[in-house]
DNA sequence: CACAATTATGACGTGGCGTCAATTTTTTAC
DNA sequence: GTAAAAAATTGACGCCACGTCATAATTGTG
């Protein structure tokens, strides 16, 4: 026959499992935005796909599991973005600057995504969501790289990875809590805090 | 008769029923900490208790609100402590240092506790409870004098705070998993981040 | 002491949890 | 194409936590 051939490059069983897989992260991420992650149950997940109970547990074995599938799905949108961001920078103060940018860039797109204005939403991202993991690690690689080549005094690398962490965290609430949100101006912030601290930080009159 | 008159100011309704309140919050500090807050059910916070079942819920309406009570309570405690940290201190510098050491002190003492690790303990979702908010007011005074006195430069005293808040709870958090755990450290690489930046940062050799 | 008010108790109905034998769907072998 | 094998889906099942509520016990009051 002539129309049977056109889905995708796989078997029919690999392309439902991912289907499904599929369904249940969109179902978890609407159920999660509308009645938020504590509420929700994986009955309220499989409830609105077209799938039985029993099937979840082919796919996860828990609610905190399809969490964390979605934290790591953002993960990997938004590694990449930070990579960039390093390799792009001809310095680590633009490095810095890029990074924060990046991350603040991100959680406003991420934000919008779900409907409903900013200021209603619960802040909700997990401290050690794999997004945060690989900021840790791209902001700590670079640090690494800076003080190897001297581009950055020798201090203790794991706090001012997770120094930087916190400030994206906090600072990142805070700039989604304001509307517009300025991305330019809290990555401005924060990198000149990083980098300079007080004296750094922009002024405002 | 003599021995009757002894037990604190109130009545006997008022005095178990602080007893039964405070039995409550301590047994689910202690299950929180060894399970997780996630993995931590009503019922075993209950069953670590005298009460039955049915006397959670004349405290609390659910575990949310019993894991908000205890954050209420840490920020009860250390709200004061924050503000002697001002009062004494008799530069920025020196106040910066005092907050974070005694934040990290406090820390430090409220997860003496052996158990599951600290991340595990809280819940996915962030809690703004009022008494958090109010830590963040006393910080952003502690802010806000400062820069009225001419002793820091004109920053965005929200983000500062934030950023502030940021650092505390990451630092801090990557102080908890060292051990020992070094409150004075710790301190001075986030009183000299904030203060200097990198080049504010102790260095490492 | 009797009576009212308050609090504690634990059994109960509801519903989610994770499992598993049975069934359906897809692949493989002939 | 068909039959057997493999894989995935299904929904009912036993279990347990949830939050409630009638009842019992305790405490304050006259």
Known sequence: MSEAALAEPAGKRERTKLANRAAILAAARAVFAQMGYEAASVRDIIRRTELASGTFYNYFRSKEEVFEALADDGARRFKPVLRAARENAKSFTEYLKGAFHAYFSFIVEDNALEGRPIEERRPHVRVDTPEMIAVYQEVRQGLDAAI?????????????????????????????????????????????????GLEGAPRKD
Do not use: H
Request: net charge positive.
């Open 148 to 196: 190897a080549k001297g581009m950055a005094p020798k201090v203790d690398a794991d706090y001012l990875a997770c120094a930087c962490i916190g400030i994206a965290q906090e600072v990142g609430a805070a700039m989604l809590r304001r509307s517009p949100p300025d991305v330019t101006a809290a990555a401005a912030f924060a990198a000149g805090l990083v980098l300079k």
